[in-house]
């Protein structure tokens, strides 16, 4: 069974963002994304129904992947992911309370920051990782600036029109791991094209 500790992230920490996910696809997706080697499924809660597909995930996968939302703005929503059985809490905003009540369910923090001040507040909330978001705007120079200043030790995942070919100018630049939209799973697409796209990350992130 995958403990819900960041530790479970850190032998291949890419997270699949699924935005638009709906229940009755939602284990289909997940198996492929999982048989292509991805460990972590974030569904977004201005996704269709998520808190189903989270349920029907976190059922299926189950000691395969970590499952948890995205998109968690306040305390209610993430008392109303860990119900349903999320294992991870993920945000576009830095949310003290959100922090504060994540750890205090059990569950991983990842909420996003774009500043320094953003960072530090996370970190001293109890953040487990850091979403930097939105990547594109940083750019791995942003990023590079920023963990100047953090921890050593402080993970941060860059969200946002991260592909397979910028994968190593941000690694380069300190990225930890990833959080990967569009590029992985659009609505409409099929396992099987889902499947092919998180594979291609995991062959440009094992170096292939």
Same mark, same amino acid.
């Given at each position: &069974? ?42 977004? *809660? ?12 976190? $059922?299926? *996968? @189950? ?23 999320? $294992? *991870? ?50 750019g791995p120079k942003g990023l590079k600036a920023v963990r100047a200043v953090l921890p050593a030790e402080t993970r941060i ?5 991260? @592909?397979?070919?910028? &994968? ?20 409409? $697409? ?6 092919? $796209? ?11």
């Amino acid at each position: &069974m995958i403990p819900v500790s960041i530790e479970s992230l850190d032998a291949l920490p890419l997270i699949a963002i699924l935005r638009g996910l709906k229940p009755e696809e939602a284990v289909e997706i997940g198996e492929a994304i999982v048989a292509a080697g991805f460990r972590c499924l974030e569904v977004p *809660l201005n996704s269709p129904e998520p808190l189903e597909s989270i349920r029907r995930l976190r $059922q299926a *996968l @189950d000691g395969r992947a970590l499952v948890g939302a995205g998109t968690v703005l306040n305390v209610a929503a993430a008392r109303e992911v860990a119900e349903a059985g999320g $294992q *991870l809490i993920i945000s576009p905003n830095t949310n003290v309370e959100v922090i504060a009540e994540t750890k205090t369910l059990s569950l991983l923090s990842l909420p996003g920051f774009f500043t320094p001040s953003e960072a530090f507040a996370a970190l001293d909330a109890g953040a487990d990782a850091l979403k930097l978001f939105p990547a594109e705007v940083a750019g791995p120079k942003g990023l590079k600036a920023v963990r100047a200043v953090l921890p050593a030790e402080t993970r941060i995942y860059p969200v946002g029109g991260v @592909d397979p070919d910028s &994968m190593s100018a941000w690694r380069s630049a300190g990225a930890s791991g990833f959080g990967i939209g569009s590029a992985v799973f659009k609505p409409g $697409q099929t396992p099987e094209q889902v499947g092919l $796209q998180a594979a291609d990350f995991l062959a440009r992130w094992n170096g292939s």
